[in-house]
């Protein structure tokens, strides 16, 4: 079994910053792409940035510029850096990995249990 645990989430003004870091725990042979996911209620949850192991990214274009995305392999950890925040970066923020428990499992995705990160105007 593999977990992701996520923290950092809360409460900001516009304009400010916080961090997610998310934390792999289990059986892990592998850790693949590492992402942040974002749901509003009543919407689609969408891709707001992936990292590759070698460390390729890629950004939803609302927050490019504004966050970063970041990991450590050998913590299986990921982090979200946001800056200049805005309203509408107001979501839960669900932490994502694609991971191998053992040499002859096969890929499978796991999900954070989400933390919520409101912008106030």
């Known amino acids: 079994q593999v977990q992701l645990v996520e923290s950092g989430g809360g409460l900001v003004q516009a304009g400010g910053s916080l961090r997610l870091s998310c934390a792999a725990s289990?059986?892990?042979?592998?850790?693949?792409?590492m992402g942040w996911y974002r749901q509003v209620l009543g919407k689609q949850r969408e891709l707001v940035a992936a990292?590759?192991?070698?460390?390729?990214?890629n950004y939803v274009d609302t927050v490019e510029g504004r966050f970063t995305i970041s990991r450590d392999n050998a913590e299986n950890t990921v982090y979200l850096q946001m800056n200049s925040l805005k309203p509408a970066d107001t979501a839960v923020y669900y932490c994502?990995?694609?991971?191998?428990?053992?040499?002859?499992?096969?890929?499978?995705?796991?999900w954070g249990q989400g933390t919520l990160v409101t912008v106030s105007s």
């Open positions: 994502n990995a694609v991971v191998r428990r053992t040499a002859f499992d096969q890929f499978r995705e796991v």
């Open positions: 289990g059986s892990i042979f592998y850790m693949y792409t």
């Open positions: 990292i590759t192991r070698d460390g390729s990214t």
